[in-house]
C-alpha cells in the first residue's frame, strides 16, 4: 500500500507539506489531495479564529481509503459554509439546509469509499462536512464521520460546541457494515459564572442503507435541530442528551426496518425536554423514547405498515400494561405530555407509559386496519384522549 502524508501546519493561509504544529491565531488551513490511501493530520492551538477548511478553498479528499485528522483548540472553527450559517443558535438554520441538495457549500469535503474524518475540538464549530460514495459494492463503513467537542464554554456568547450540517450519502450496493457512520460527542459546555451554553446539532442527513447516527450530549439546553435517515434500510439513530431543558426539533426514519431511539435525562426538579416529532415512514420501523424529569413533551407521527412491535397482538398490549418496561415511548415524572399520530397504517403496534401526576396523552389512529395501541398512566391527574377510525383496531388504556 502506497501511503501519502500531508501534515498541514496552520501558521499562514495555504498548505504547508511539513510536519508541525500551529499555536498562532487566526491561522487557516486548506487543502486538497486526489488518490487512495491519504493521510491528512491538521492540529492547531491558539487563543481563537483558527479554520481548518473554508468554502472557497476546502479541504478535499477525492478517492478511496482516505483519513482527516483534525485536533482544534479554543474558539477554532472547520468545514466554514459558503454562505455563512445564518445565525448559529438560530432556528433558521434547522429547516434551511437539511438534505443532500442543502444550499450550502461544505468546507470539508471527501468522496469515495472508506473514508474517515476524525474531528476533535475544544471550544469548537463545525459548519458544514460533506462526504459521497456512489456505485461499487462495499463490506465495511463507506463513510465515517466521528465529532469529538469538549470545553467550559464556546466561542459564540449565543452557543457552546456546534455542529452546523452534515451530509453523508451512499448509493451503491451494500455488502455488509455501515454505509454510513456519524458519531457526535458534545460534553458538558459551562459558561463564565456558571451560566449555560447550550450545545447544538443543526443537520445530520444520511442516505443509503444500514446507516447508523449516534448523537450525544451532556449539559443543559442543549438542542438537535434535524436528524434524518432518508431511504434504505436497516438504519439507526440514537440520541442520547443528559441535562435539562433539551430540545429534538425533528428526528426522521424513512425507510424500512430502522430503528430510532432517543433519550432524554433531566437533573433537576424543574428540567423540560422536549421531543418536537419523532417521525416513521415506511414498513417495519422500530421507536424507542424515554423522557425522564419534569415538564417533558413528546410528538410522534407514524406513517406506514407493520411499524412498531412486530408482535404486538392483543395478548401482547395486556403484557405491556403489567410491564411497563415495554413501554415504547415512556415519561417518568410529572406534568408531561404526549402526542401521537398514526396515520395511513395498518398492522402497527405501540405502547405508550407515563408515571407520575398531571400527566396526559392525546392519540390518533386514523384510516387504517388492526393497529394496536397500549396505554399505561400511573400517579394522580391523569388524562387519555384518543381518536380510532378504520377497522380492527384495539386501543387499550390503564390508569
Known sequence: MNLKIALFSATALGMLMATGVAYADNSKTVGSQTGQDNLATITQSGSNNNVAGAAATPLTQNGDDNTLHITQSNGAEAGLSLPSLPGIGALDFYTAAPGANAPYTAGINQSGYYNVINLNQSHGIVEQVKQTASNGNINATSNDLEVLQTGNFGPSSVVGDHVGSVVQTYTGTFG?????????????????????HPNEVSSVFQQGTSDAAHILQNGSQQVVASLVQEGGASNQATIGQHGMNNFINLALENGSSNQLIINQTGNDGNDANQVHEAKLVGVSNYLDIEQDGHGNQATVDIFGNSNGLSNFTSSAATAILSNANEGMVDQLGSDNTLNYSIQNADSTGFGFYQNGSNNSI????????????????????????????????VFTANQ
Not at 184 to 189: A, E, F, K, L, M
Request: hydrophobic fraction near 25%; charge should be negative.
Open 176 to 196: 455488509g457494515g455501515d454505509s454510513n457512520l456519524v458519531s457526535i460527542n458534545q460534553d458538558d459546555v459551562t459558561g463564565a459564572g456558571g451560566s449555560q
Open 362 to 393: 392525546t392519540g390518533t389512529t386514523s384510516a387504517g386496519s388492526g393497529n394496536q395501541v397500549a396505554v399505561v398512566q400511573q400517579g394522580s391527574n391523569l388524562s387519555a384522549n384518543f381518536t380510532q377510525t378504520g377497522s380492527g383496531n
